[in-house]
């Protein structure tokens, strides 16, 4: 006799997930704060597994999972599932990206709202005794502007339902395509223009070194005096300090948060969070019992057609599974993915366009993987939502990319060779890359200049007139900043002309030291990446 499937949860869910499993003739096993070697034990026995944030799933413990067939995460995040271990065991990992997008959406509205007509302090003020209408004066958001950093799925929701209140809206996302952004009634801008035109801004971007700081001392003072600031999507985002002293100038006239650089709070944050002009919530903006059952009935459906051996809809590593056994293909993943994270991280203005040119025997059977392998490294740089090679091509179609792919048989200088070409609203950049030897992936090219260095790490690129002497200078500043050289290939299109310089480092490049080498004399762009 057959015995029936059972799923493993063991965080908080909504009833409806027990009940919907029950009705699909599959055991829930129930089981809340155990021990990593209980863990083991209970899903050796689990054929699904269901979490939310507070269940981290190791390596260990898939591999001690010989039935686990699917692993179910409710809500977006899966960075506390361990993503290469369950795709070597060939183990479905599925999430609800789109539960709590209508939960957030509302909530920024709310502190909008609240910061707009100081609601939380009137109410303090009022349970005190306290009688005080002309302290609590506020102002209209009609005819005000928004500025929405990060157009996606949450910006998007944000930004309708502000236009339905009469205010004019703004938006800053380097892969959202004009077009898309014109038929959401939202003007896209550039960040700058952004800082400079809105009296509120909202942040909807994920947490990441190029997001990391984003409204700092320097942006802040480039923004409106008087500016309002919410934060409902990723501590760390805002530097804090920044932000309390731009309060206490009276630069920025209120800010509402809801998530912070460290949670909970320590008490270095209690002055900002009980600062006059701050509205501040526990991390709340997706806690509503509508968004906790929406992402409970969306993975337990996708578990139980996992299970049955159907079609899912929101896999996050099913191609990479596929992938997994075709072992000559995997440096290239690696490759294009590094190549699409390099570019994204050299382009200015506006991403619309993404082309991709495969020649050689390997990556022409496999372009259009690869392309999507591309794809996740571009979008990684900038999406709200976890990108893999799933999501990745209805990701770049929802921000109005144009996907190109081109292959060819062979080329000049390698026998196998991915080429990216990145346009954007201020002209184009290429990179390309092949793999050496026993698959070790190497930058060849950027734009004209040639060069050979790993694309992995921490990588300084820098073009420059070519003379004396210069190299010595980025080597010194390099060294007065504790950072080790470990890789360096210098490009030039011709004696005296310009040249390219990409240096690889053992440790991330401070804003500060690129800035100072971008003041040299004879630098004209410098770029930190990371790969």
């Given at each position: 006799?057959?015995?029936?499937?059972?799923?493993?949860?063991?965080?908080?869910?909504?009833?409806?997930?027990?009940?919907?499993?029950e009705?699909?003739?599959?055991?829930?096993?129930?089981?809340?704060?155990?021990?990593?070697?209980?863990?083991?034990?209970?899903?050796?026995e689990?054929?699904?597994?269901?979490i939310?944030?507070?269940?981290?799933?190791t390596?260990?413990?898939?591999e001690?999972?010989?039935?686990?067939?699917?692993?179910?995460?409710?809500?977006?995040g899966?960075d506390?599932?361990?993503?290469?271990?369950?795709?070597?065991?060939?183990?479905?990992?599925?999430?609800?990206?789109?539960?709590?997008?209508?939960?957030?959406a509302?909530?920024?509205?709310?502190?909008?709202?609240?910061?707009?007509r100081?609601?939380?302090?009137?109410n303090?003020?009022?349970?005190?005794?306290?009688w005080?209408?002309k302290?609590?004066?506020?102002?209209?958001?009609?005819?005000?502007?928004?500025?929405?950093?990060g157009?996606?799925?949450?910006?998007?929701?944000?930004?309708?339902?502000?236009?339905?209140?009469?205010?004019?809206v703004?938006?800053?996302?380097?892969v959202?395509?004009?077009?898309?952004?014109?038929?959401?009634?939202?003007?896209?801008?550039s960040?700058?223009?952004l800082?400079e035109?809105?009296?509120?801004?909202t942040l909807?971007?994920?947490?990441?070194?190029a997001?990391?700081?984003?409204?700092?001392?320097?942006?802040?003072?480039?923004?409106?005096?008087?500016?309002?600031?919410?934060?409902?999507?990723?501590?760390?985002?805002?530097?804090?300090e920044?932000?309390?002293?731009?309060?206490?100038?009276?630069?920025?006239?209120?800010?509402?948060l809801?998530?912070?650089?460290?949670?909970?709070?320590?008490?270095?944050?209690?002055?900002?969070?009980?600062?006059?002009?701050?509205?501040?919530?526990?991390?709340?903006?997706?806690?509503?019992?509508?968004?906790?059952?929406?992402?409970?009935?969306?993975?337990t459906?996708?578990?139980?057609?996992?299970?049955?051996?159907?079609?899912?809809?929101t896999p996050?590593?099913?191609?990479?599974?596929?992938?997994?056994?075709?072992?000559?293909?995997?440096?290239?993943?690696?490759?294009?993915?590094?190549?699409?994270?390099i570019?994204?991280?050299?382009?200015?203005?506006s991403?619309?366009?993404?082309?991709?040119?495969?020649?050689?025997?390997?990556?022409?059977?496999?372009?259009?993987?690869?392309?999507?392998?591309?794809?996740?490294g571009?979008?990684?740089?900038?999406?709200?939502?976890?990108?893999?090679?799933?999501?990745?091509?209805?990701?770049?179609?929802?921000?109005?990319?144009?996907?190109?792919?081109?292959?060819?048989?062979?080329?000049?200088?390698?026998?196998?060779?991915?080429?990216?070409?990145?346009?954007?609203?201020?002209?184009?950049?290429?990179v390309?890359?092949?793999?050496?030897?026993?698959?070790?992936?190497?930058?060849v090219?950027?734009?004209?200049?040639?060069?050979e260095?790993?694309?992995?790490?921490?990588l300084?690129?820098?073009?420059?007139?070519?003379?004396?002497?210069?190299?010595a200078?980025?080597?010194?500043?390099?060294?007065?900043?504790?950072?080790?050289?470990?890789?360096?290939?210098?490009?030039?299109?011709?004696?005296?002309?310009?040249?390219?310089?990409?240096?690889?480092?053992?440790?991330?490049?401070?804003?500060?030291?690129?800035?100072?080498?971008?003041?040299?004399?004879?630098?004209?762009?410098?770029?930190?990446?990371?790969v």
């Open positions: 006799m057959r015995t029936p499937m059972t799923v493993l949860i063991t965080d908080n869910v909504d009833p409806l997930c027990m009940e919907m499993l009705q699909a003739g599959i055991t829930p096993n129930v089981q809340l704060k155990r021990s990593p070697e209980e863990l083991k034990a209970l899903a050796a689990a054929d699904g597994w269901i939310r944030s507070g269940t981290t799933i390596a260990d413990l898939i001690a999972a010989d039935r686990l067939k699917v692993i179910g995460r409710a809500g977006v899966v506390n599932v361990d993503l290469e271990a369950a795709t070597r065991r060939g183990i479905l990992v599925i999430n609800a990206p789109d539960g709590n997008t209508i939960s957030t509302e909530h920024t509205c709310a502190m909008m709202m609240a910061l707009a100081q609601i939380p302090q009137a303090a003020s009022l349970r005190a005794g306290r005080e209408r302290q609590f004066s506020g102002t209209e958001l009609y005819e005000k502007t928004l500025g929405i950093v157009v996606g799925k949450i910006g998007r929701a944000v930004g309708q339902r502000m236009q339905a209140f009469g205010m004019h703004i938006g800053f996302d380097p959202l395509a004009p077009d898309a952004a014109e038929r959401l009634g939202i003007e896209l801008v960040l700058d223009e800082f035109r809105s009296d509120v801004i909807h971007t994920p947490l990441n070194d997001t990391r700081g984003l409204l700092n001392r320097e942006t802040l003072a480039r923004c409106k005096p008087g500016v309002r600031i919410v934060n409902c999507a990723r501590g760390g985002i805002v530097d804090e920044a932000l309390l002293e731009a309060l206490e100038s009276g630069h920025v006239g209120g800010a509402a809801d998530v912070y650089s460290q949670e909970p709070p320590p008490e270095a944050l209690q002055r900002l969070i009980q600062h006059p002009k701050v509205v501040a919530t526990p991390h709340i903006a997706a806690s509503t019992a509508e968004a906790q059952q929406k992402v409970a009935v969306q993975i459906e996708q578990v139980i057609l996992a299970l049955k051996g159907e079609p899912v809809s996050v590593n099913a191609m990479a599974i596929r992938m997994a056994a075709q072992r000559e293909v995997q440096p290239y993943l690696r490759l294009a993915d590094a190549l699409g994270r570019g994204s991280q050299l382009i200015e203005g991403l619309h366009r993404v082309t991709v040119r495969c020649a050689g025997d390997v990556p022409r059977r496999y372009t259009e993987v690869l392309s999507v392998a591309v794809l996740k571009v979008l990684s740089r900038w999406a709200s939502d976890p990108v893999n090679l799933i999501n990745a091509p209805f990701l770049a179609r929802e921000m109005g990319l144009a996907v190109e792919e081109q292959r060819g048989s062979t080329t000049d200088s390698y026998t196998n060779l991915i080429e990216v070409e990145l346009g954007t609203s201020q002209g184009t950049r290429c390309a890359g092949t793999i050496f030897g026993a698959g070790e992936p190497r930058l090219q950027v734009d004209t200049y040639r060069l260095i790993p694309p992995e790490g921490h300084l690129f820098y073009q420059n007139i070519d003379r004396p002497g210069m190299l200078t980025v080597g010194r500043i390099l060294a007065e900043n504790n950072l080790n050289i470990a890789a360096l290939s210098l490009g030039r299109t011709g004696r005296g002309s310009m040249a390219l310089t990409v240096v690889g480092v053992d440790e991330p490049i401070p804003e500060a030291v690129r800035k100072r080498i971008a003041a040299l004399d004879g630098v004209s762009s410098v770029y930190a990446v990371e």
